[in-house]
């Protein structure tokens, strides 16, 4: 594999204002890799994917990444690229560019993930937690721009969240914030996920939950589950939140009673969320945003009721641009956020320095 010298974000600065800065956006998930070019309009220019080795060492994983970063710099061909921008599953210190030990990432533990890419790639490279890469891409360029204060939360397999305000995230000193997919909306319920803590809203609105929710249903009462059962050749346990969408789509009974409950859900946590954010506008990404947005009307008409702020039945609830490429798009927003910073800094009139 080659190692790629490629011009900084400092000298990107330089440059004619007709010309545009590029960046490589980097997803790493716990079962691929993607990266994409994306210029500083948001706009994904290329991409490309490949599998993610998790049960190796770390140099493994490390060398599953650089394949598809080596793949999209070739075809890239002599574009300058400004930076680099990791999007990962946390914890990760943004700082430090620190991955700490991320459950479907079991190859890194404290691995150094931002310098080791500065190593191979002589690039500035940025490392943040994927939920708060993505807001930061929609806050920039996506559902959420033109809002000043934004709650992004992508709802999938997981439930994972940031806080964007004024475009820049919210980390609080510890670089921890953010966290909302593991608060607690029933603290007498069972502990179905790995946090620990009992009725958090990721073991209930999540992928899993939702899933899990449906075969209890359908394993008490066959015969009412007959329409759920048939979309899944009468396996209980090959009932998904696919399936549930499936079947809610279909007008199946269980399945509808299924997502009331999840929205019923969703509105007790948007509900404390409002109450102490008061955001602008929240945002809705991951692989369960579409099947959720249809209920959009219903958990914000249950606000009232979970929420103090006499304005939440009003407040914007939007799906995210990107998708399924959140990831890139989010690495690519944290290089351009922290080339706006860099150049912000340079123009102050104290020419004061700040880590970023």
């Known amino acids: 594999?080659?190692?790629?010298?490629?011009?900084?974000?400092?000298?990107?600065?330089?440059?004619?204002?007709?010309?545009?800065?590029?960046?490589?956006?980097?997803?790493?998930?716990?079962?691929?890799?993607?990266?994409?070019?994306?210029?500083e309009r948001g706009e994904i220019l290329s991409s490309a994917k490949g599998p993610m080795n998790t049960e190796g060492s770390a140099g493994d994983g490390l060398t599953a990444v650089q394949v598809v970063v080596d793949e999209i710099l070739a075809s890239n061909g002599a574009q300058p690229i400004s930076g680099i921008g990791v999007s990962s599953p946390g914890p990760v210190d943004p700082i430090s560019g620190m991955v700490a030990n991320p459950c479907n990432l079991p190859c890194w533990r404290?691995?150094?993930?931002?310098?080791?890419?500065?190593?191979?790639?002589?690039?500035?490279?940025r490392v943040d937690n994927d939920a708060n890469a993505a807001g930061l891409a929609e806050a920039l360029w996506g559902a959420a721009a033109g809002f000043g204060s934004v709650f992004y939360a992508s709802i999938g397999t997981g439930i994972g969240?940031?806080?964007?305000?004024?475009?820049?995230?919210?980390?609080?000193?510890?670089?921890?914030?953010?966290?909302?997919?593991h608060m607690s909306i029933d603290f007498r319920g069972e502990v179905n996920?790995?946090?620990?803590?009992?009725?958090?809203?990721?073991?209930?609105?999540?992928?899993?939950?939702?899933?899990?929710?449906?075969?209890?249903?359908?394993?008490?009462?066959?015969?009412?589950?007959?329409?759920?059962?048939?979309?899944?050749?009468?396996?209980?346990?090959?009932?998904?939140?696919?399936?549930?969408?499936?079947?809610?789509?279909?007008?199946?009974?269980v399945s509808t009673s299924i997502m009331i409950e999840t929205a019923d859900a969703l509105a007790v946590w948007f509900g404390n969320i409002i109450d102490l954010l008061d955001p602008e506008v929240i945002v809705v990404g991951g692989g369960l945003s579409e099947l959720i947005s249809h209920f959009f009307p219903e958990i914000?008409?249950?606000?009232?009721?979970?929420?103090?702020?006499?304005?939440?039945?009003?407040?914007?609830?939007?799906?995210?641009?990107?998708?399924?490429?959140s990831g890139i798009a989010g690495g690519a927003a944290l290089c351009l956020k922290a080339a706006?910073?860099?150049?912000?800094?340079?123009?102050?009139?104290?020419?004061?320095?700040?880590s970023a």
Request: with cysteine; charged share 20%; proline share 6%.
């Open 1 to 39: 594999m080659t190692t790629r010298s490629i011009e900084t974000i400092e000298s990107a600065q330089s440059k004619p204002a007709t010309e545009e800065s590029h960046f490589l956006g980097v997803d790493i998930g716990g079962t691929k890799v993607s990266a994409g070019i994306v210029n």
């Open 110 to 125: 404290d691995f150094p993930l931002r310098s080791e890419i500065e190593r191979i790639y002589h690039l500035p490279v």
């Open 161 to 181: 969240t940031a806080i964007v305000l004024n475009q820049a995230v919210f980390h609080g000193p510890n670089g921890a914030a953010g966290e909302g997919g």
């Open 193 to 253: 996920c790995n946090c620990g803590k009992p009725g958090c809203i990721e073991s209930m609105a999540a992928g899993p939950g939702i899933a899990r929710r449906a075969r209890m249903k359908v394993a008490s009462n066959v015969k009412k589950g007959r329409a759920l059962l048939n979309l899944v050749k009468g396996d209980v346990s090959a009932i998904t939140s696919e399936a549930v969408g499936r079947g809610w789509r279909a007008g199946d009974p």
């Open 300 to 325: 914000q008409a249950r606000l009232p009721k979970w929420c103090i702020n006499q304005q939440s039945g009003v407040i914007p609830m939007k799906v995210a641009r990107y998708g399924p490429d």
């Open 340 to 354: 706006s910073d860099s150049a912000s800094t340079l123009k102050s009139p104290r020419g004061k320095q700040h």
